[in-house]
C-alpha cells in the first residue's frame, strides 16, 4: 500500500503544519482518541459515498480536518485500496539512507546473479545438439 502511505503522510504532514499555526484545531488535533488510521479510513469511506474520482487538495484536506474537530463522527470500514497522491512528500535522511542501501542491496543481488548465470550452460544448448558437417549437406 505505497500509495496509501503517501497519502496518509501527505494528510499527516498537513495536519501537523495546520496544528502548528492554529492553536484551537492544534488541541482537537492532539486528541488521543483520534488516529491518522481511522483518519485516512473515514476520507476514504467519504470518497467512496461520493461516488466521485477526483478531489482537490482542500475537499480532502477539509475532510480530515472534520475528523479531528467532531467528537462523534462516523469512520467506517477499513479498506484496502490504493490512493493517488499528486503531491512530492520529502523524505527524511534516514528513509533516503534506507532507499540507498535497499537500492545498493537490490543491485548487488543482481549483479551476482548474473555472474552465477553468466557460466552455466543456457538450457537452449544443452537441449539442441550441435550440427555436424554431415548434416550441412556440403
Do not use: W
Request: proline residues 4%.
Amino acid at each position: 500500500m505505497k500509495g496509501t502511505e503517501h497519502f496518509k503522510r501527505t494528510i499527516h504532514m498537513y495536519l501537523e503544519q495546520r496544528a502548528e499555526e492554529d492553536a484551537l484545531f492544534a488541541k482537537k488535533y492532539r486528541n488521543p482518541a483520534k488516529n491518522m488510521d481511522e483518519c485516512v479510513t473515514h476520507i476514504l469511506n467519504y470518497v467512496q459515498k461520493s461516488g466521485c474520482n477526483g478531489f482537490t487538495d482542500g475537499e480532502i484536506f477539509g475532510q480530515a480536518i472534520h475528523y479531528y474537530e467532531e467528537n462523534e463522527i462516523e469512520v467506517g470500514k477499513p479498506m484496502d485500496c490504493q490512493v493517488v497522491v499528486n503531491h512530492v512528500v520529502e523524505l527524511t535522511a534516514e528513509e533516503k539512507a534506507e532507499a540507498r542501501q535497499n537500492a545498493v542491496r537490490k543491485y548487488q543481488e543482481e549483479e551476482l546473479r548474473k555472474l552465477q548465470n553468466r557460466h552455466r550452460p543456457s538450457a537452449r544448448k544443452e537441449n539442441q545438439p550441435q550440427p555436424s558437417l554431415f548434416d550441412l549437406g556440403l
